[in-house]
T-cell receptor, first 113, second 112 residues
Framework: DTGVSQNPRHKITKRGQNVTFRCDPI?????LYWYRQTLGQGPEFLTY????????KSRLLSDRFSAERPKGSFSTLEIQRTEQGDSAMYLC???????????FGSGTRLTVV | QKEVEQDPGPLSVPEGAIVSLNCTYS??????FMWYRQYSRKGPELLMY????GNKEDGRFTAQVDKSSKYISLFIRDSQPSDSATYLC????????????FGAGTRLFVKA
């Protein structure tokens, strides 16, 4: 297992288009988290899954955002009708359910033009 | 007021210096305290983890947590140019599902 994998690494899209990102966690990890990070800021929590159940969503996650984790394996984060304010690094992390085992992927950098 | 406050720096030190990084927080429910290191265009990497108050040492790194003051610190001894990165403090609680709240990060530059 090579860690948490995120694809694509970079995405440039026009305002109003839909985008989807994928995260493949460490295989034995049951928890999966999505964060967003803008320049000069720390990551901000968006949502998390325990197995296939989405247990919490941040107020940052507007109706244009949706996340899924079918069968408790990989996860997707979709943003509909993208806006320039959505430009950020989207980070995925997975864990076994304790904070000392949190492993992040390298992120997907989204640029909305 | 943010839940976690961290001075963004930048902090520039000569090689070999002792570096002190700090964060304050407001939520007394936090039980787990972490420091992450993040290089440019990479995801954060867990550096140190502490449960509740106390000190933890790992090589050149020492993490301190003072829950009574809601204050955490990271010390780096004998700093190296390879330590140049952004250091993020982070906190979580069991009741919060271990979702982690991060500080803004401090950019550190260690000059050779």
């Amino acid at each position: 297992d090579t860690g948490v994998s995120q694809n694509p690494r970079h995405k440039i899209t026009k305002r109003g288009q839909n985008v989807t990102f994928r995260c493949d966690p460490i295989s034995e990890h049951n928890r999966l988290y999505w964060y967003r990070q803008t320049l000069g800021q720390g990551p901000e929590f968006l949502t998390y899954f325990q197995n296939e159940a989405q247990l919490e969503k941040s107020r940052l996650l507007s109706d244009r955002f949706s996340a899924e984790r079918p069968k408790g394996s990989f996860s997707t984060l979709e943003i509909q009708r993208t806006e320039q304010g959505d430009s950020a690094m989207y980070l995925c992390a997975s864990s076994l359910g304790s904070p000392d085992g949190y492993t992040f992927g390298s992120g997907t950098r989204l640029t909305v033009v | 007021q943010k839940e976690v406050e961290q001075d963004p720096g930048p902090l520039s030190v000569p090689e070999g210096a002792i570096v002190s990084l700090n964060c304050t927080y407001s939520n007394s429910a936090f039980q787990y305290f972490m420091w992450y290191r993040q290089y440019s265009r990479k995801g954060p990497e867990l550096l140190m983890y502490t449960y509740s108050s106390g000190n933890k040492e790992d090589g050149r790194f020492t993490a301190q947590v003072d829950k009574s003051s809601k204050y955490i610190s990271l010390f780096i001894r004998d700093s190296q140019p390879s330590d140049s990165a952004t250091y993020l403090c982070a906190m979580s609680s069991l009741t919060g599902g271990f979702k982690t709240i991060f500080g803004a990060g401090t950019r550190l530059f260690v000059k050779a």
